[in-house]
């Protein structure tokens, strides 16, 4: 047996060893960002179903209410403070999306070939910069949900507004008491009994929102988790990618060497 074939057989127990950690990070990495992309869709389609005019969705009685006869409220507040993070979520969980199939599709690649993938040194820094781009990326988004989240007020049903007679809420029936991230409305509302959720549209919008959170929070993980496992690969691993000074070996056998 040649020199080369040796370490290469010697090479290949590593490898199996090792791919079941990158598999199992890439493949959560792409898996949340997917819950992310589905949570944030579901979402999104239920508020612009109910409310496409931007009126507060349609306009729901309140039982307990017996003065007034039941107090209207629209499905939607007066003011939301989450609605212009929506397209950044989507885009960062796009992009988490994008590199976690290119780097399990690469993973697939290598397996198949027992071999990896030769890049340059402008190749590799291209990686790099992408990589922590999106780390940097889902960690702001993740950022600015929780401070929505922590901004959120409470939904008190005894609150009239000051600007309406005090049968009522708001303008349009619209709750003007407090601002609220879309998660922290939807939970609020679907949880107080009085208010009619017949479809039961609010309270998986509060499921949606929750689940969107919680996945965003597990992605921004795994993204840091896929750098890592990359830049470990890179500086002495090298189950995926190699240098082009590392091909002699890998490349060619020399029997008579």
């Known amino acids: ?20 950690l990158y598999t199992s990070i890439i493949g959560t990495a792409t898996v949340t960002a997917i819950l992310v992309v589905a949570f944030k869709t ?8 109910a409310d496409p005019q931007g009126v507060g969705g349609t306009g729901s009685r309140l039982q307990p209410d017996d003065v007034y ?11 939301l403070n989450d609605r212009g993070s929506v397209s950044i979520t989507l885009a960062s969980s796009g992009l988490s999306l994008a590199l976690g ?3 399990s599709m690469l993973c697939i690649f290598v397996w198949r070939r027992s071999k990896a993938v030769l890049f340059s040194d402008w190749q590799r820094l291209g990686l790099w ?7 940097i990326l889902s960690l702001a988004v993740l950022i600015i949900c929780i401070v929505h989240r922590a901004q959120s007020g409470r939904f008190d049903p ?5 600007a309406t007679e005090g049968s009522e809420y708001g303008p349009s029936w619209q709750y003007d008491g407090a601002t609220f991230d879309l998660g922290s409305w939807a939970c609020q509302v679907s949880a107080y009994s009085p208010y009619r959720d017949d ?12 689940g969107a959170l919680a996945s965003l929070a597990l992605m921004v993980l795994t993204n840091v988790g896929m750098f890592g496992v ?5 500086r002495g691993a090298r189950l995926l990618l190699r240098g082009y000074n590392d091909a002699f070996p890998d490349e060619y056998e020399c029997d008579d060497y």
């Open 101 to 103: 199939s290119i780097l």
């Open 230 to 234: 990359m830049w470990w690969d890179w």
């Open 69 to 79: 006869g039941g107090l209207g409220l629209r499905q939607y507040p007066q003011s």
């Open 1 to 20: 047996m040649s020199k080369a074939a040796a370490m290469t057989k010697k090479a290949a127990k590593p490898s199996r060893r090792g791919f079941a």
């Open 129 to 135: 910069i992408v990589l922590i781009g999106n780390c």
């Open 199 to 210: 479809d039961r549209m609010l309270s998986r919008q509060c499921v949606d929102e929750n």
């Open 158 to 162: 005894k609150y009239r507004s000051p």
């Open 42 to 49: 579901d979402s999104s389609v239920i508020y612009h179903d």
